[in-house]
């Protein structure tokens, strides 16, 4: 069982900066794949970067070169850098955690980018 804790979400003006947080806690969180995930108003939820066991990364094309997924095993935490932040980037940014038998989910965290 693994306990997803999502935060750093908030309101940023377009062309601004976001660091979402997202701390597990109740397994080795060093043996999971971990995703970042969103959803806006409307629309399916969608992949936005992923990054494994490895630290292999893949991101979705409409955030490559913008956004960036890091994790620190040591602190049981995925990261994921947002920058040039896009109106079209508004939605609720939920984590992931992944293993070849089970997956969890954070309760996610509102982003929202206007002016």
């Known amino acids: 069982q693994v306990q997803l804790v999502e935060s750093g979400g908030g309101l940023v003006q377009p062309g601004g900066s976001l660091r979402l947080s997202c701390a597990a806690s109740?397994?080795?969180?060093?043996?999971?794949?971990m995703g970042w995930y969103r959803q806006a108003p409307g629309k399916q939820r969608e992949l936005v970067a992923i990054?494994?066991?490895?630290?292999?990364?893949n991101y979705a094309d409409s955030v490559k070169g913008r956004f960036t997924i890091s994790r620190d095993n040591a602190k049981n935490t995925v990261y994921l850098q947002m920058n040039s932040l896009k109106p079209e980037d508004t939605a609720v940014y939920y984590c992931?955690?992944?293993?070849?038998?089970?997956?969890?989910w954070g309760q996610g965290t509102q982003v929202t980018i206007s002016s």
């Open positions: 109740g397994s080795i969180f060093s043996f999971y794949n």
């Open positions: 990054i494994t066991t490895a630290d292999s990364t």
């Open positions: 992931k955690a992944v293993t070849t038998t089970h997956y969890y």
